[in-house]
């Protein structure tokens, strides 16, 4: 049996290609769209509003195709470089040039571990902050005054942009923040990057390319889970053309996303999403205090 309607899957799917590299929430506007469109929490719709960020960051591989695959020249195993070198000082010459190969590879690997290790740890409670709109209004309110002055605070950029281990681990760190639905995973990488003194074009492509590891990872544990529970397969079966739906126009519509972004976040800032961000939330907060029920059931 299909849980959610194609009107329902394309429409939330939109949601996500257009907020998940954007700095306003993707997770909080999916919470947001579900709840409009009517749609009753499940195993299967939290599992699909995960896994069709797989097709949000295909979007990035294919748009930064060149620099995602591209290797510094070195080879590994090369014996003009060990030459006088034995024993354990020729292994350690081996595993320095091994890293330096693949050193983007590696970077992305020590941003993403603190995710991975407070994910794991946290698992259950991010799944029940998921189902509360309060959670996400809150903190669109308060994740937008943090964009009204994000560029003030972090103006000040070195010239040496190099991602060093120290920078990657302490934008995976700030990543971390945006466990709590409505905060936003690009908004927390991209000013935990500026925090490192890096300029807003380079914070926010970093952030696209940690979204890989990082949604990936998310996307098979939603989906081992799926499959491990009861008539998971059976729901998977039934839901397949739905996933593969919702993948797809996450894509595409996530890489007109990212295009706009990057050209419009260097020219004009983060101003304008702290207003979009403040003006969503306030008007959730009102209904709420006026009594609708804008909770997922």
Request: with cysteine.
């Amino acid at each position: 049996m299909e849980e959610l309607s194609w009107f329902q899957t394309i429409i939330i799917a939109i949601v996500e290609g257009l907020t998940e590299f954007l700095p306003v929430s993707s997770t909080g506007h999916m919470i947001i769209a579900q709840n409009m469109l009517g749609v009753p929490s499940s195993d299967f719709v939290k599992a699909f509003t995960v896994i069709i960020q797989f097709g949000a960051i295909l979007s990035v591989v294919v748009l930064y195709w060149k620099r995602f695959f591209k290797l510094n020249p070195c080879k590994i195993f090369d014996s003009e470089a060990v030459s006088g070198k034995t024993g354990s000082a020729r292994w350690v010459e081996y595993g320095r040039r091994f890293l330096y190969k693949y050193d983007f590879y590696w970077k992305l690997l020590v941003a993403f571990i603190p995710a991975a290790f407070f994910g794991l740890l946290f698992s259950d409670k991010i799944d029940e902050m998921l189902e509360s709109v309060a959670v996400v209004a809150v903190m669109l309110v308060i994740g937008g005054v943090v964009m009204l002055f994000v560029d003030k605070w972090f103006n000040k950029t070195t010239p040496d942009q190099t991602m060093t281990l120290k920078r990657v681990f302490n934008v995976g760190l700030f990543q971390c923040i945006a466990m709590i639905p409505g905060v936003s995973r690009s908004m927390a990488t991209i000013v935990g990057g500026m925090a490192q003194k890096m300029t807003r074009k380079n914070a926010a492509e970093f952030s696209f390319f940690l979204a890989v590891p990082t949604m990936f990872a998310a996307t098979a544990y939603k989906l081992l889970k799926l499959l491990t529970s009861e008539n998971g397969m059976q729901v998977l079966q039934d839901n397949l053309l739905t996933l593969i739906a919702g993948n797809v126009v996450a894509f595409i519509v996530a890489l007109l996303a990212i295009k706009f972004f990057i050209s419009f976040v260097t020219k004009y800032g983060f101003k304008a999403f702290g207003y979009y961000r403040i003006i969503v939330g306030g008007i959730i907060i009102v209904l709420m205090l006026l009594g609708y029920n804008l909770e997922i059931s």
